[in-house]
T-cell receptor, first 116, second 112 residues
Framework: GAGVSQSPRYKVAKRGQDVALRCDPI?????LFWYQQALGQGPEFLTY????????KSGLPSDRFFAERPEGSVSTLKIQRTQQEDSAVYLC??????????????FGPGTRLLVL | RKEVEQDPGPFNVPEGATVAFNCTYS??????FFWYRQDCRKEPKLLMS???SGNEDGRFTAQLNRASQYISLLIRDSKLSDSATYLC?????????????FGTGTRLLVSP
């Protein structure tokens, strides 16, 4: 079956531009996560949705970062006034349930963002 | 200090070798533990969960020592296809959902 998909796969932005990154989770998955992975580092948690509710946004680096999942399926991560330090791979993951200790998170291929 | 620490490597080993990776975590409230594998320019994929009793999946064995807050992964009879970055991951279950914290990863290179 279809996995998690993300678009665009690559994005080059000029400093100061706004960008929008899209995530299509696995159909029916309740939980959706966004992570940021800088070069040579592991993914770092940004935010979590349970259906349409954003339950945790503690990892968002600044108020320039905004995420939404209005209908509980597709999610968009928006970055306003991009800065060079925003250059990273943005990974989306989904899992079937909400509170399972051993829930498997399935990752999408990521969006590689380069801010010039 | 990072919450999950790993030796970044790279570990260069010949085919057929046995290699072990270690990882330490600092948050004693961590409830579940995983190893993920990430190939170059690809997304992380779950390799295996880690249990206190230890668990094995083919050539891979994972161990957890809660008292020392230490996790290990052993790969026996290494294959060329095992070349990847191995991410140690802990789940802060006390957040009410699966909030994963990743280490920086250990890079493995298996050569012919």
């Amino acid at each position: 079956g279809a996995g998690v998909s993300q678009s665009p796969r690559y994005k080059v932005a000029k400093r100061g531009q706004d960008v929008a990154l899209r995530c299509d989770p696995i159909s029916g998955h309740v939980s959706l996560f966004w992570y940021q992975q800088a070069l040579g580092q592991g993914p770092e948690f940004l935010t979590y949705f349970q259906n349409e509710a954003q339950l945790d946004k503690s990892g968002l680096p600044s108020d320039r970062f905004f995420a939404e999942r209005p209908e509980g399926s597709v999610s968009t991560l928006k970055i306003q006034r991009t800065q060079q330090e925003d250059s990273a791979v943005y990974l989306c993951a989904s899992s079937q349930g909400a509170r399972g200790v051993q829930e498997t998170q399935y990752f999408g291929p990521g969006t590689r963002l380069l801010v010039l | 200090r990072k919450e999950v620490e790993q030796d970044p490597g790279p570990f260069n080993v010949p085919e057929g070798a046995t290699v072990a990776f270690n990882c330490t975590y600092s948050n004693s409230a961590s409830q579940s533990f995983f190893w993920y594998r990430q190939d170059c320019r690809k997304e992380p994929k779950l390799l295996m969960s880690v249990y206190s009793s230890g668990n094995e999946d083919g050539r891979f064995t994972a161990q957890l020592n809660r008292a020392s807050q230490y996790i290990s992964l052993l790969i026996r009879d290494s294959k060329l296809s095992d070349s990847a970055t191995y991410l140690c991951v802990v789940n802060r279950q006390n957040t009410g959902f699966q909030k994963l914290v990743f280490g920086t990863g250990t890079r493995l290179l298996v050569s012919p």
